[in-house]
């Protein structure tokens, strides 16, 4: 398969790094406006695989591109993956789908019109650990109530509020998890360390019968990514980072003790669970899913409209910080 990578910047690299290690890449056509992106992406690769180019028109000439990945800032992601779709191309965007809910709509309809495929780089679905939730989540009976938090160090980079760099792949996560769309949200947001954006937020989403508190931010010396589900037959504990997931069902709950051990050990845990799954790069497998797809035309994972409903309910709690108020969240 030969794949168009556009933007090669911080995670565009990550794209290229992992296109060209697999087997069934023969070739990585890399395409960004900037001469020293390029550079970078050029010792990647092996056997002259990879090449560059600076705009897409001058790639498409010279090359046959079966599949294509957008990593370009966010504020460009409908101008170029429209492009791209009206060639024919599928497409997989980086998330969030685009900058605003209307240009999310377009970009799902085009690609519905041109019948050509469009995943959103929900990275986090791909997961190995959120992946193993997924499949043993029948054992915390039904989910009422998660926190999650997303925390991470400042930078001098133009990422956007927190909301929508951050928030957005919990949320995305969520709905996942549960299979539901948020419909309400209320929210508080700041702005701590960024120059331009709000870098915190922290948010109440609701999901019907399911609550769930996410707090993302910029601001922190460290960075964890943790999540906490309930349910009514026990609970979930999963760091997105070290992958590590545990579940702990809540029968034989010991609440009696009689050393410090045991309160620190076993008070509260009920029958632990420790899922066998095997740890991987997370984007790595969103991107052989991708090929996957692309290859046998079957539907990815996070389709454009899972992409649409985590923006949505980012941008309605953006709305909801500012009005103070708790806001619904349409598409
Ligand atoms: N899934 C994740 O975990 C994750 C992580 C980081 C970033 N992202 C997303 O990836 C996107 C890019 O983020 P980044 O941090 O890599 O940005 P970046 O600024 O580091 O890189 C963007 C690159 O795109 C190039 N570019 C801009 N317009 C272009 C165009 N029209 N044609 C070709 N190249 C163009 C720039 O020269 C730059 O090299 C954002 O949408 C962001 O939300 C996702």
Known sequence: ?????????????????????????????????????????????????????????EALKNENVDAATIIVPTNSHYKVASSIIAKGIPTLVEKPITETIEDGKKLITEAKDCGVMLMVGHIERFNPAVQALKKNI????????????????????????????????????????????????????ARIADKKSNDLCSAIFEFGSFTATVEANRVTPIKSRELVILGTAGAA??????????????????????????????????????????????LKLELMHFLDCVKNKKEPLTTGMDGLHALAAAVAGMKAAKSGKRESICI
């Open 237 to 282: 504990k999963l760091d997105y980072i070290s992958q590590d997931l545990t579940i702990m069902r809540a029968d034989h709950v010991t609440t009696k003790y009689s050393t410090f051990d045991e309160i620190v050990l076993r008070v509260g845990r009920g029958t632990e669970i420790k899922p066998y799954f095997v740890k991987d790069e997370p």
């Open 138 to 189: 029948h054992h915390l009976g039904v989910p009422f109530y998660a926190s999650v938090h997303r925390f991470g160090v400042p930078t001098e980079r133009d990422v956007g509020p927190a909301f929508i760099d951050q928030a957005v792949h919990d949320i995305d996560i969520l709905t996942f998890l549960v299979g539901k769309y948020p419909s309400e949200v209320s929210a508080v947001e």
């Open 1 to 57: 398969m030969n794949v168009m990578v556009v933007g090669a910047g911080m995670m565009g690299f990550n794209h290229v790094r992992n296109f060209s290690s697999f087997n069934n890449v023969k070739h990585v056509i890399v395409v960004d406006s900037s001469e020293e992106a390029l550079k970078k992406v050029s010792s990647l690769g092996h056997c002259g695989t990879v090449s560059a180019y600076k705009t897409i028109e």
